[in-house]
Protein backbone atom coordinates (compact mmCIF):
# COMPACT_ATOMS: atom_id res chain seq x y z
CA UNK A 1 0.00 0.00 0.00
CA UNK A 2 2.67 2.64 1.01
CA UNK A 3 4.16 1.46 -2.06
CA UNK A 4 1.43 2.41 -4.57
CA UNK A 5 0.84 5.38 -2.44
CA UNK A 6 4.26 6.17 -2.69
CA UNK A 7 3.58 6.04 -6.86
CA UNK A 8 0.47 8.35 -7.00
CA UNK A 9 2.04 10.41 -4.99
CA UNK A 10 4.95 10.80 -7.70
CA UNK A 11 2.93 11.15 -10.32
CA UNK A 12 0.83 13.48 -8.85
CA UNK A 13 3.31 15.81 -8.22
CA UNK A 14 5.22 14.88 -12.07
CA UNK A 15 1.81 16.30 -13.26
CA UNK A 16 1.44 19.63 -11.26
CA UNK A 17 5.43 20.17 -12.56
CA UNK A 18 4.55 19.59 -15.98
CA UNK A 19 1.72 21.98 -15.84
CA UNK A 20 3.89 24.56 -14.28
CA UNK A 21 6.92 24.18 -16.85
CA UNK A 22 5.59 22.36 -19.39
CA UNK A 23 6.32 25.07 -22.94
CA UNK A 24 3.62 27.94 -23.43
CA UNK A 25 2.60 26.21 -26.95
CA UNK A 26 1.49 23.26 -25.09
CA UNK A 27 0.11 25.50 -22.25
CA UNK A 28 -2.07 27.21 -25.16
CA UNK A 29 -3.58 23.78 -26.44
CA UNK A 30 -4.54 22.77 -23.19
CA UNK A 31 -6.16 25.88 -22.63
CA UNK A 32 -7.42 26.48 -26.29
CA UNK A 33 -10.91 27.55 -26.96
CA UNK A 34 -13.06 24.66 -28.08
CA UNK A 35 -16.52 26.10 -28.92
CA UNK A 36 -17.89 29.10 -30.60
CA UNK A 37 -21.42 29.76 -30.75
CA UNK A 38 -22.51 32.46 -32.94
CA UNK A 39 -26.05 34.09 -33.01
CA UNK A 40 -27.33 36.75 -35.44
CA UNK A 41 -29.77 36.75 -38.66
CA UNK A 42 -26.75 36.19 -40.85
CA UNK A 43 -28.23 37.71 -44.10
CA UNK A 44 -25.24 40.01 -44.95
CA UNK A 45 -22.48 38.16 -42.88
CA UNK A 46 -22.26 34.27 -42.81
CA UNK A 47 -20.98 32.53 -39.35
CA UNK A 48 -18.11 31.16 -41.50
CA UNK A 49 -16.51 34.55 -41.80
CA UNK A 50 -17.28 35.42 -38.42
CA UNK A 51 -15.43 32.41 -36.67
CA UNK A 52 -12.32 33.06 -39.05
CA UNK A 53 -12.78 36.80 -37.94
CA UNK A 54 -12.62 35.64 -34.71
CA UNK A 55 -10.01 33.17 -35.31
CA UNK A 56 -6.91 35.00 -34.10
CA UNK A 57 -8.52 36.05 -30.71
CA UNK A 58 -9.40 32.07 -30.25
CA UNK A 59 -6.05 31.01 -30.58
CA UNK A 60 -5.10 32.88 -27.21
CA UNK A 61 -7.42 30.23 -25.10
CA UNK A 62 -10.42 30.52 -21.88
CA UNK A 63 -8.88 33.16 -20.04
CA UNK A 64 -6.63 35.35 -22.06
CA UNK A 65 -8.76 35.95 -25.25
CA UNK A 66 -9.37 39.84 -25.19
CA UNK A 67 -13.07 39.79 -24.60
CA UNK A 68 -13.33 43.35 -25.82
CA UNK A 69 -10.93 43.14 -28.65
CA UNK A 70 -13.11 40.51 -30.58
CA UNK A 71 -16.14 42.66 -30.20
CA UNK A 72 -14.11 45.17 -31.88
CA UNK A 73 -13.05 43.61 -34.30
CA UNK A 74 -16.45 42.15 -35.10
CA UNK A 75 -17.87 46.36 -35.27
CA UNK A 76 -15.79 47.15 -37.57
CA UNK A 77 -17.64 45.10 -40.19
CA UNK A 78 -20.23 47.91 -41.27
CA UNK A 79 -22.81 45.60 -41.87
CA UNK A 80 -22.45 44.41 -37.80
CA UNK A 81 -24.28 47.28 -35.73
CA UNK A 82 -23.91 45.33 -32.84
CA UNK A 83 -21.87 42.57 -30.94
CA UNK A 84 -21.52 41.28 -27.75
CA UNK A 85 -19.21 38.68 -26.90
CA UNK A 86 -18.96 36.83 -23.79
CA UNK A 87 -17.14 33.36 -22.32
CA UNK A 88 -18.96 29.72 -21.73
CA UNK A 89 -17.21 27.71 -19.34
CA UNK A 90 -15.57 25.73 -19.78
CA UNK A 91 -13.85 25.94 -23.53
CA UNK A 92 -16.39 28.35 -25.55
CA UNK A 93 -17.14 31.82 -26.27
CA UNK A 94 -20.63 32.98 -27.13
CA UNK A 95 -20.98 35.52 -29.73
CA UNK A 96 -24.42 37.72 -30.64
CA UNK A 97 -24.52 40.23 -33.68
CA UNK A 98 -27.09 42.43 -34.71
CA UNK A 99 -26.89 43.09 -39.01
CA UNK A 100 -28.05 45.93 -40.70
CA UNK A 101 -31.05 46.28 -42.53
CA UNK A 102 -30.98 47.13 -45.86
CA UNK A 103 -33.82 49.76 -47.36
CA UNK A 104 -32.79 49.93 -50.91
CA UNK A 105 -30.79 48.64 -53.52
CA UNK A 106 -28.85 51.60 -55.00
CA UNK A 107 -26.61 50.85 -58.05
CA UNK A 108 -25.13 47.57 -58.73
CA UNK A 109 -22.82 47.23 -55.81
CA UNK A 110 -24.52 49.48 -52.98
CA UNK A 111 -27.68 48.77 -50.56
CA UNK A 112 -29.21 51.31 -48.42
CA UNK A 113 -29.60 50.77 -44.84
CA UNK A 114 -31.81 51.95 -42.35
CA UNK A 115 -29.16 54.32 -40.67
CA UNK A 116 -28.49 56.39 -44.02
CA UNK A 117 -25.47 55.04 -44.93
CA UNK A 118 -24.49 52.75 -48.17
CA UNK A 119 -22.88 49.83 -47.69
CA UNK A 120 -21.06 47.17 -50.10
CA UNK A 121 -23.73 44.81 -51.50
CA UNK A 122 -23.11 40.71 -50.04
CA UNK A 123 -21.97 38.97 -53.27
CA UNK A 124 -24.56 35.99 -51.27
CA UNK A 125 -27.47 38.54 -50.41
CA UNK A 126 -30.39 38.46 -52.49
CA UNK A 127 -32.13 41.81 -52.97
CA UNK A 128 -34.84 40.78 -55.93
CA UNK A 129 -37.53 42.06 -52.99
CA UNK A 130 -35.73 45.48 -52.46
CA UNK A 131 -36.59 48.59 -53.75
CA UNK A 132 -33.96 50.42 -55.79
CA UNK A 133 -32.99 53.94 -55.36
CA UNK A 134 -31.07 55.92 -57.42
CA UNK A 135 -29.26 59.21 -57.86
CA UNK A 136 -26.00 61.08 -56.68
CA UNK A 137 -24.71 60.12 -53.76
CA UNK A 138 -24.49 63.49 -51.94
CA UNK A 139 -28.44 63.33 -52.07
CA UNK A 140 -28.96 60.36 -50.53
CA UNK A 141 -30.21 61.46 -47.57
CA UNK A 142 -33.02 63.58 -48.94
CA UNK A 143 -33.90 60.43 -51.82
CA UNK A 144 -34.19 58.04 -48.17
CA UNK A 145 -36.44 60.64 -46.81
CA UNK A 146 -38.50 61.15 -50.03
CA UNK A 147 -38.64 56.90 -50.57
CA UNK A 148 -40.56 56.17 -46.77
CA UNK A 149 -42.81 59.05 -47.09
CA UNK A 150 -43.73 56.96 -50.62
CA UNK A 151 -43.66 54.08 -49.13
CA UNK A 152 -45.81 55.22 -46.57
CA UNK A 153 -48.22 56.11 -49.29
CA UNK A 154 -48.25 54.05 -51.91
CA UNK A 155 -49.47 50.69 -49.60
CA UNK A 156 -51.44 48.81 -52.48
CA UNK A 157 -49.08 45.40 -53.57
CA UNK A 158 -49.29 47.16 -57.38
CA UNK A 159 -48.90 50.83 -55.98
CA UNK A 160 -45.73 50.17 -54.36
CA UNK A 161 -42.05 52.09 -55.19
CA UNK A 162 -40.48 49.33 -57.37
CA UNK A 163 -37.77 52.36 -58.19
CA UNK A 164 -37.09 55.66 -57.46
CA UNK A 165 -34.58 58.30 -59.03
CA UNK A 166 -33.70 61.93 -58.85
CA UNK A 167 -31.47 63.82 -61.05
CA UNK A 168 -31.63 67.63 -61.60
CA UNK A 169 -32.48 67.69 -65.34
CA UNK A 170 -35.70 66.17 -64.86
CA UNK A 171 -36.26 65.69 -61.43
CA UNK A 172 -37.77 62.66 -59.53
CA UNK A 173 -38.99 59.83 -61.59
CA UNK A 174 -41.10 56.82 -59.93
CA UNK A 175 -41.70 53.48 -61.35
CA UNK A 176 -44.31 51.30 -59.48
CA UNK A 177 -44.53 47.82 -59.03
CA UNK A 178 -47.35 47.59 -61.58
CA UNK A 179 -45.07 49.07 -64.04
CA UNK A 180 -46.22 52.36 -64.38
CA UNK A 181 -44.07 54.62 -64.22
CA UNK A 182 -44.51 58.63 -63.31
CA UNK A 183 -42.69 61.96 -64.29
CA UNK A 184 -43.15 64.22 -61.39
CA UNK A 185 -40.83 67.09 -61.65
CA UNK A 186 -38.85 68.94 -58.76
CA UNK A 187 -41.12 70.00 -56.23
CA UNK A 188 -44.63 68.85 -54.72
CA UNK A 189 -43.66 65.32 -54.81
CA UNK A 190 -46.47 63.93 -52.71
CA UNK A 191 -49.14 66.37 -54.21
CA UNK A 192 -48.20 65.02 -57.70
CA UNK A 193 -48.40 61.30 -56.34
CA UNK A 194 -51.98 62.41 -54.47
CA UNK A 195 -53.04 63.67 -58.29
CA UNK A 196 -52.24 60.24 -59.37
CA UNK A 197 -53.41 58.35 -56.93
CA UNK A 198 -56.99 59.92 -57.57
CA UNK A 199 -56.98 59.92 -61.32
CA UNK A 200 -56.46 55.60 -60.71
CA UNK A 201 -59.28 55.26 -58.51
CA UNK A 202 -61.25 57.20 -60.87
CA UNK A 203 -61.31 57.89 -64.66
CA UNK A 204 -58.01 55.75 -64.92
CA UNK A 205 -59.28 52.50 -62.76
CA UNK A 206 -60.69 50.61 -65.67
CA UNK A 207 -57.95 51.49 -68.10
CA UNK A 208 -54.61 51.42 -65.42
CA UNK A 209 -53.00 48.07 -67.45
CA UNK A 210 -52.70 50.41 -70.41
CA UNK A 211 -50.69 52.84 -69.20
CA UNK A 212 -47.16 53.32 -70.02
CA UNK A 213 -46.37 56.58 -67.97
CA UNK A 214 -48.38 59.48 -66.54
CA UNK A 215 -46.38 62.95 -66.87
CA UNK A 216 -47.68 64.99 -63.39
CA UNK A 217 -45.59 68.02 -64.03
CA UNK A 218 -48.35 69.95 -65.16
CA UNK A 219 -50.47 72.45 -63.00
CA UNK A 220 -53.92 70.96 -62.86
CA UNK A 221 -54.22 68.18 -65.79
CA UNK A 222 -51.65 64.84 -66.09
CA UNK A 223 -50.74 63.45 -69.91
CA UNK A 224 -51.30 59.76 -70.49
CA UNK A 225 -48.69 57.52 -72.19
CA UNK A 226 -50.72 54.65 -73.30
CA UNK A 227 -49.46 51.15 -74.72
CA UNK A 228 -49.14 49.98 -78.50
CA UNK A 229 -52.09 47.86 -78.72
CA UNK A 230 -50.47 46.39 -81.90
CA UNK A 231 -47.54 44.73 -80.13
Do not use: C
Amino acid sequence: MLAIFASFSALLYGGVWLWRWAPSVELSNVDALEQVQVRGAFNAVSEEELRDTLLPHLRAGFFSADIQAMRQTLLANPWIISASVSRRWPKGVEVDITEAQPLASWGEDKLLVASGDLLPRPAHMSVQALPELAGDEELVERIMLQYRALAGLLTTRDMEVKRLSFDDLSGWHLELVSGIELKLGHDALLERVHRFLFLSRGVLAPHLQKVVSVDTRYSNAVAVEWKDEEK
